[in-house]
């Protein structure tokens, strides 16, 4: 689904062309929005359209310049004509796009998510310098918003004075301080600093900006509902590319170690596809499943659901084509978080959690063979060897790392320099005598097949994989933000349980899957690397900074005590009634 498609679905009151902050804050915050109105149109053409769709040529004009300027002239796409013009010929769409994000940063703000697959095939900027369509388009916005910022200065429309921006933030501020402070100094530590400080850059300093520029430009429900249809139309292109690959290329796809042909869309691997979907269907599913009961109209509330279920059936087939069985799994607990969450009575949710636990008991009694064949003889290469097990000689190498580089880790994208024998990085004996990769089973003494894979990037294991990277702290400090993400999912989910406002139908739904992705990607992220990527740490901290919003648009206090209030909660059958939530003024 399309981010017009999604817009399209909304009710007028939320798609109006306007600036204009909404009065959202908690009571706790008391910090003024950024207010104004968006220049005059002075185009005829401009002036006849409705505000609902003056948005929409503007997002599709955002879109349209900045991806002709990464393809005229991009090399790195292929060899056609289109692709080998001189660079300079794809300059004056860059310079629409950035006039165009004068006019309207927060679009340009809201849509980045939909460059963010593409981060393989960089776009070569000046001579030999190539960047990601990402931190291109982030560069872009952050230099228009630094000289806005410039002219206007505390005029500016988008303007947070430091104590505005440490409430929005939160306690969030503390472990991202940690975890920035303990990436950049594994980067001195790191034997490779060029590689550890690209990867420095591209995966903790840019999506960190990216949450600050929104932080500033993000902040009314419109803006919310722009991101995360970008957020969905970026799992309808993967999804899409995936399935193109698989019907009209299927022989160009490489068979893995394990002889399986698998779709990997726009990205190096397979399991990559499914780590995004990861981020993204959860979402499409919450809308699907829970729905909105109220504030829509019944034909509105309709045509979103039969929406939502189209995305999720296309991105389904491509997670199942993807043979990610992280993904399957991650997806499989996501939609049994959202259907508990979507239950309102307490008693049909204990009746229906006992009904699948005694489900789940007796499938894996009669099924126990089939169940354990899976596990241990899924994806098995040429030796034998499962991809279960090669985790498991993957995370024994990275334990043995970590043992002798336990407080800082051995850097930013330097673990191919300690795990293997590669031509990418290779340490002087004098410096590293040994490398960690397990090349025969300890017990049996038989080749676990290894060798062959000697450029496998990571541990497939984000805890494993954050503690080599970043060092003890930058672990804890990934913790105490999940923690912090899931204490504040449910702080908002109790205020909206207890208020139920008309005037925010979509609040509800969009929380849970919020919610929902971020439980996805933490439950591959225990087989996969889910965390540390570009696209993956940009993905990360937009399911943060939409809480935070979701935070402001709810009205949910940081901190406080939530009084308990009877509200009347009415099912399908019209008859359960529980506690909710409501928080203190003052």
Same mark, same amino acid.
């Given at each position: 689904m399309s981010d017009q498609k999604i817009l399209r679905q909304l009710p007028d009151d939320v798609s109006q062309d306007r600036e204009v902050i909404e009065n959202t804050e908690d009571s706790h915050m008391g910090a003024s929005l950024a207010s104004g109105s968006p220049p005059a149109a002075n185009s005829r053409f401009v002036r006849r359209l409705t505000p609902f769709w003056r948005d929409r040529v503007i997002e599709a004009s955002l879109i349209l310049s900045m991806l002709l300027y990464y393809l005229v002239g991009n090399a790195h796409l292929g060899t056609g004509y289109f692709f080998q013009l001189n660079p300079i010929f794809s300059l004056p =769409?860059?310079?629409?796009?950035? &006039?165009?994000?004068?006019?309207?940063? &927060? #679009?340009?703000v809201a849509l980045l998510p939909l460059t963010l697959p593409y981060y393989l095939l960089q776009k070569t900027v000046f001579s030999h310098y190539s =960047?990601?369509? &990402? *931190?291109?388009?982030?560069?872009?916005?952050?230099?228009?918003? /630094?000289l806005q910022l410039?002219?206007?200065?505390? *005029?500016w429309r988008y303007w947070l004075s430091r104590r505005e921006l440490r409430d929005r933030l939160g306690p969030f501020i503390i472990p991202a301080l940690i975890y920035f402070a303990a990436a950049g100094i594994s980067v001195v530590l790191a034997y490779n600093r060029h590689v550890a400080l690209r990867a420095f850059r591209e995966e903790i300093f840019d999506p960190l900006l990216y949450l600050l520029l929104a932080l500033a430009c993000l902040r009314t429900r419109q803006d919310l509902f722009r991101l995360i249809a970008a957020l969905l139309a970026t799992g309808l292109v993967v999804a899409c590319l995936g399935l193109i690959q698989y019907f009209a290329f299927a022989n160009n796809l490489q068979p893995g170690p394990d002889g399986v042909r698998r779709i990997s869309s726009v990205f190096s691997g397979a399991n990559d596809v499914g780590a995004v979907l990861d981020y993204i269907l959860p979402v499409g599913l919450a809308l699907a499943i829970v729905g909105v009961?109220?504030?829509l109209s019944r034909s509105w509330s309709l045509w979103l659901r039969v929406g939502a279920i189209a995305l999720c059936i296309l991105l389904l087939i491509a997670l199942y084509l993807s043979q990610s069985a992280g993904g399957w799994l991650a997806i499989a607990v996501a939609t049994l978080f959202i259907l508990a969450l979507s239950i309102r009575s307490r008693k049909v949710l204990l009746v229906s959690s006992a009904i699948l636990l005694l489900a789940l008991g007796g499938a894996a009694l009669v099924f126990h063979t089939q169940i354990t064949r899976l596990i241990f003889e899924h994806h098995v290469n040429v030796h034998g060897v499962s991809t279960v097990m090669k985790r498991l000689y993957l995370w024994e190498s990275a334990l043995r790392m970590i043992r002798d580089h336990p407080w800082f880790g051995v850097g930013m994208?330097?673990?191919? /320099?300690y795990y293997s024998s590669n031509s990418l990085c290779q340490i002087p004996t004098s410096i590293q005598p040994f490398h960690y990769w397990i090349l025969s089973d300890p017990v049996t003494h038989l080749s676990t097949g290894m060798a062959d894979e000697p450029y496998l990037a990571q541990p497939h294991n984000d805890i494993l994989n954050i503690w080599v990277n970043t060092g003890i702290f930058g672990l804890l400090a990934f913790f105490a933000m999940l923690a912090l993400f899931f204490l504040l999912f449910s702080r908002i989910l109790s205020s909206l349980r207890a208020s139920e406002n008309e005037n925010n139908p979509l609040l509800r739904p969009l929380t849970i899957g919020i919610g929902a992705a971020m439980l996805a990607a933490m439950t591959q992220g225990m087989v996969d690397s889910v965390f540390l990527g570009q696209d =993956?740490? =940009?993905? #990360?901290?937009?399911?943060? #900074?939409?809480?935070?919003?979701?935070r402001v648009l709810t009205g949910t206090s940081w901190r406080g005590r939530l009084q308990q209030k009877r509200v009347n909660e009415t099912g399908d059958a019209g008859q359960s009634s529980n506690a909710g939530f409501v928080n203190l003024p003052g």
């Open positions: =769409f860059l310079l629409i796009f950035v &006039a165009l994000c004068w006019y309207r940063l &927060a #679009f340009a =960047f990601s369509l &990402a *931190e291109i388009t982030l560069w872009v916005c952050l230099g228009v918003a /630094c410039l002219i206007y200065q505390k *005029e009961r109220q504030g994208d330097n673990w191919l /320099c =993956f740490s =940009f993905l #990360f901290l937009i399911l943060i #900074f939409a809480l935070l919003l979701l």
